[in-house]
């Protein structure tokens, strides 16, 4: 490997969401930032039979224009949502990818990160086969379910030629594709990236999953936008959601050079592992304060600098608690005047993507002088005392924010970002 270059800095230059409370990125930011929820019940399927019947699915999403008609049982739910998400972040970072040369497209690289992938494509195929209807199965059945092929069909798309990858690591794999996709640009490897996260986990089989675990709010389904409610004494589980959250993610000189308007930049990545357990996390809240401080570390920044935290903030029990412990830990004397908020209070638990959630929140936030809400926070959880910026959007001017995930099999991943001057 030849020796590395001097590290160059990344910037946002596009964003591309698909949220279950606005479709598009501006329709998503204003429901964000009015504190609008998009927590409804299921129309995917009928969950009459289940015990939590609310979701945060998207509004009337329609797939048609990121899919050929001959494709239309072929193709995963997932795979329009990330063609759509990729194509609207494009678009906004000015970058026509249908008339670039073959020279320019292979600059373009593709990291996404998604918990489940094609998993409710995969359901319905086996759901198929075991209902004597076979011969509806997709011929796609393999290629399809395979994780790998999501980012390959934005790829094929938009004719892109980079390298092409898919990130799985549960709720931090977007945290850690932004991450790696940010890291490549910073070696060299690559001027610019679609990157971020898409997951699409609504089908019977995989609620029932989560029914089992426990982990599911059963307690709203008749006032589903009250469902989801991070750091409050009586929450009682995370909403299951879908979404897409893309970003175009660029060298910062090569985005300059083209004119290209700039968000924020990715100034910082840090990730650890509790090694304790599949679902549970460690108590002492040590290894998420830890990937906190190495992002901080790697932006060259300190705990003093963090003037804001976009959190995981599930809604259960345990990881809001100890979330709550990480940031005290990480941020030390300064956690009670640092605000901190959770944007699944609007959305639910996006899965894979929750880490790219964040961000946009956060980016389109620093973009505004606004910091987004963590809505149903009626009553704080004694042990859950921070400032969560409750239930109103706060105006307020910020130049550096940390966006945290935590996952299954006690991963834990954060992002530096940095208002970036023009």
């Not at 977007?174 to 940010?182: E, F, P, Q, V």
């Not at 910073?186 to 610019?192: K, T, Y």
């Not at 968000?263 to 592992?273: L, R, W």
């Not at 809400?373 to 005392?385: F, M, V």
Request: with cysteine; aromatic share 6%.
């Amino acid at each position: 490997m030849s020796e590395p270059a001097a590290r160059r800095r990344v910037v946002i230059t596009g964003i591309g969401a698909l949220s279950p409370n606005g479709l598009g990125r501006e329709a998503f930011w204003s429901a964000t930032r009015a504190g609008r929820s998009g927590i409804r019940r299921i129309t995917a399927f009928d969950p009459a039979e289940l015990p939590v019947q609310i979701a945060g699915e998207l509004p009337g999403f329609d797939p048609a224009p990121w899919i050929k008609a001959k494709d239309t049982e072929h193709v995963p739910r997932v795979v329009t949502l990330a063609v759509a998400a990729a194509g609207e972040a494009l678009a906004d970072a000015a970058l026509p990818v249908e008339s670039m040369d073959l020279a320019a497209r292979r600059e373009i690289g593709i990291i996404l990160g998604t918990g489940g992938g094609a998993l409710a494509f995969t359901e319905l195929q086996y759901q198929r086969y075991f209902n004597a209807q076979v011969r509806k199965a997709s011929v796609y059945s393999i290629p399809s379910s395979t994780p790998g092929t999501l980012s390959s069909e934005v790829s094929m798309w938009y004719g892109l030629k980079g390298m092409s990858h898919v990130i799985s690591t549960g709720c931090t794999s977007s945290t850690d594709a932004l991450g790696y996709a940010a890291l490549s640009i910073a070696a060299g490897r690559l001027p610019i990236y679609v990157a971020g996260g898409v997951d699409a986990p609504l089908a019977p089989g995989i609620m029932a999953g989560f029914c089992m675990m426990r982990v599911l709010t059963p307690a709203w389904n008749a006032a589903p936008e009250r469902a989801s409610r991070p750091f409050s004494a009586d929450r009682s589980g995370f909403v299951l959601a879908e979404g897409a959250w893309l970003f175009v993610l660029e060298e910062r000189e090569h985005a300059r050079a083209r004119g290209a308007r700039i968000y924020a930049e990715v100034a910082g990545y840090g990730s650890t592992c509790d090694a304790y357990h599949r679902v549970r996390l460690d108590e002492s809240g040590e290894e998420p304060a830890r990937a906190m401080g190495l992002a901080c570390a790697d932006a060259g920044l300190g705990i003093g600098d963090i003037q804001y935290i976009n959190c995981h903030g599930t809604s259960t029990e345990l990881n809001d608690r100890i979330e709550t412990r990480a940031i005290k830990r990480f941020l030390g004397a300064r956690a009670a005047e640092v605000p901190a908020s959770s944007t699944k209070s609007l959305v639910g638990h996006p899965q894979g993507a929750s880490g790219a959630l964040g961000v946009a929140a956060t980016v389109l936030g620093m973009r505004d002088g606004v910091l987004p809400p963590t809505i149903n926070l009626d009553r704080a959880d004694p042990e859950c005392d921070l400032d969560y910026v409750p239930n109103t959007a706060r105006a307020k001017s910020i130049d550096v924010a940390l966006c945290n995930c935590i996952g299954f099999g006690s991963k834990n991943s954060a992002l530096v970002i940095r208002r970036s001057p023009e």
